[in-house]
């Protein structure tokens, strides 16, 4: 057994040899890498919702100055800009994290007016960033008004040469708005999107009432709303543990009382005449972060592999106007039933598994609906003061 002292030193004519215990050191030494990960790279910070690497694109494009009326600039000397000052690690992590803040099936509020190809719902991905070109969104815009105002703490970047923001003012409430998602050690989070005019609401109505809780802000944050559409189920019948009994429960109001739950997604489909007297099944919008592409061809297997039958075509109709998945019916089927194994079978429906894991003053914590609200406010309090005083030492001046 390896010896307990962590502080023996020997000294010899090869140095000085410290003796450590391999299980102590181990455990440091993963505990200090499992931090790292957790602070610096996978989890979203609770005011403006964003991990240090959007973080450092969006501070970069603004220094820059690629403003949304500004010209696009290629997406390779912002990635450059942002290695050099930033964030030294490679340059495909940077530009995967800013293809992904130009995508509109990815992000509820685009915070990267992106030029070029930036990825597809079909799983596609962005073309070599050396074609590519961006610039802020008046989204992003906000999230960094008043940046040059004092209003935040700056640290020192990765060498000391530069400053870099330790949050942004985030005129907006980004955590809620476009959501998160990411995977830490021992740990991941996963926060839908949400329409900016409910969480507003919302906003204004705890700054009205401190008392309110997370069941009546439910009142006006109904749900996620996603990018690329969809249905989502506000209620979900589950068995008592208890007596055994099924029973309905409202899904939404329970996940945002205690941060995490699941909401069930379906694609939204129509019924429609086909050639003859057939029905087609037309799916215009689907479920968040499904591929397009592996839904159909998982679709053409369970028909091949005759798992579901009275499909007699299959084609995807999506063009510059939309999304349009055609499907035919056969004569003698029963549409409704081919519909309901669809949705058995295949993404056509999905499930959001929600955790609202966030950093708080650093540490990680799973925060109910009223909670996310509350320390954007205290948030937006602190920038609000500290950008008044700046403005008063300048006319004082």
């Not at 610096?40 to 450092?56: E, F, N, S």
């Not at 962005?126 to 960094?144: I, N, Q, S």
């Not at 040469?161 to 330790?166: A, N, Y």
């Not at 403005?391 to 004082?396: C, G, N, Q, V, Y």
Request: glycine share 6%; aromatic share 6%; proline share 5%.
């Amino acid at each position: 057994m390896a010896s307990r002292t962590t502080s023996k030193e020997d000294d010899n004519e090869f140095g000085t040899i410290r003796q450590i215990d391999i299980d102590h050191e181990m455990q440091q030494a993963y505990l200090s890498y499992a931090m790292s990960v957790i602070v610096a790279r996978a989890l979203p910070d609770a005011r403006d919702g964003l991990k240090p690497v959007h973080r450092r694109i969006l501070y970069a494009m603004h220094d820059m100055g690629l403003q949304p009326a500004s010209a696009y600039k290629k997406s390779a000397r912002i990635v450059g800009e942002v290695l050099g000052k930033y964030h030294p690690h490679g340059d495909a992590a940077v530009y995967d994290a800013m293809s992904r803040l130009a995508q509109d099936f990815s992000m509820r509020y685009l915070l990267v007016d992106g030029q070029g190809n930036f990825g597809s719902v079909d799983g596609d991905a962005p073309a070599a960033m050396r074609y590519t070109e961006a610039r802020l969104t008046a989204v992003a815009a906000e999230m960094l008004a008043d940046i040059d105002k004092e209003t935040v703490d700056f640290g020192d970047n990765y060498d000391g040469t530069q400053k870099e923001p330790s949050v942004l003012p985030a005129k907006l409430p980004n955590l809620l708005i476009n959501g998160s998602a990411g995977i830490a050690v021992g740990m991941a989070t996963n926060i839908p999107p949400h329409h900016l005019g409910e969480v507003v609401d919302a906003t204004i109505a705890l700054m009205d009432d401190p008392a309110i809780t997370s069941d009546d802000l439910c009142t006006y944050v109904t749900g996620p709303d996603f990018p690329t559409g969809g249905t989502i189920f506000r209620f979900e019948r589950v068995r008592n543990s208890i007596s055994g009994e099924w029973e309905t429960i409202d899904a939404i109001r329970n996940m945002y009382a205690h941060g995490r739950g699941r909401v069930v997604m379906r694609a939204q489909v129509a019924f429609e005449e086909a050639r003859g007297d057939r029905i087609a099944i037309i799916v215009t919008e689907l479920p968040y972060q499904v591929n397009k592409a592996s839904l159909l061809e998982k679709i053409a297997d369970l028909v091949k592999d005759k798992k579901i039958e009275g499909i007699a075509d299959l084609r995807d109709e999506s063009d510059r106007d939309g999304m349009r998945i055609y499907i035919e019916i056969k004569r003698d089927a029963n549409p409704h039933k081919v519909l309901n194994n669809l949705f058995k079978h295949t993404p056509l429906q999905a499930t959001f598994n929600m955790n609202m894991l966030a950093l708080v003053d650093g540490q990680p914590q799973t925060l109910p609906l009223k909670s996310v609200l509350q320390h954007y406010v205290d948030h937006r309090r602190e920038i609000v003061r500290r950008r008044t005083e700046f403005d008063l030492a300048k006319a004082r001046d």
